[in-house]
């Protein structure tokens, strides 16, 4: 399968614990996104890769949310000391240029 | 970001044609229209896009009103396969990183 994997499909933790999620893009595609969606919403922007530079980070980003690309290749999100209301899925995409976004699966992530 | 308004919910009955419409009275010139529809416990998937012209593809068909302020999706024979929640969202890929802004899209109920 040469889609967008993200590891793992689902985590349930608790708060104040830290949790990092990975994901796969597409090998040749250079754009990688990660979104946030909560039940009933569409997914929410949360921070934009080009190769390893991140570019952009969303106002939802806190102090807590970190994201990495190394070597531009997979990516990771890690959350720190989480909390209730960062339980969502978070969903990551990848991209060449302004074309379609392809995307993973998601991560389930909930918050005890 | 111009934004997009979406009916919250339609249904549609099996093999019959869907027509599902979006405005978006802010639209500039540089926007392109962009579908994305996401299936239940999955990531969103590219459906169409266009500028101006109305577009075909395996997927389905995008009309264009002529002064850009509104669009519809096209689902030619629906399918139960079909029923997903359905994004219509504007890109500016002039100057922007090309993230997208999901609303709350349309929920399509496919009947047998």
Request: aromatic share 8%; glycine share 6%.
């Amino acid at each position: 399968d040469t889609g967008v994997s993200q590891d793992p499909r689902h985590k349930i933790t608790k708060r104040g614990q830290n949790v990092t999620f990975r994901c796969d893009p597409i090998s040749e595609h250079n754009r990688l996104y990660w979104y946030r969606q909560t039940l009933g919403q569409g997914p929410e922007f949360l921070t934009y890769f080009q190769n390893e530079a991140q570019l952009e980070k969303s106002r939802l980003l806190s102090d807590r949310f970190s994201a990495e690309r190394p070597k531009g290749s997979f990516s990771t999100l890690e959350i720190q000391r989480t909390e209730q209301g960062d339980s969502a899925m978070y969903l990551c995409a990848s991209a060449t240029a302004y074309n379609e976004q392809f995307f993973g699966p998601g991560t389930r992530l909930t918050v005890l | 970001d111009a934004k997009t308004t979406q009916p919250n919910s339609m249904e549609s009955n099996e093999e019959e044609p869907v027509h599902l419409p979006c405005n978006h009275s802010t639209i500039s010139g540089t926007d392109y229209i962009h579908w994305y529809r996401q299936l239940p416990s999955q990531g969103p998937e590219y459906v169409i896009h266009g500028l101006t012209s109305n577009v075909n593809n395996r997927m389905a068909s995008l009309a264009i009103a002529e002064d850009r302020k509104s669009s519809t999706l096209i689902l030619h024979r629906a399918t139960l396969r079909d029923a997903a929640v359905y994004y219509c969202i504007l890109r500016d890929v002039a100057g922007s990183q090309g993230n997208l802004i999901f609303g709350k899209g349309t929920k399509l109920s496919v009947k047998p």
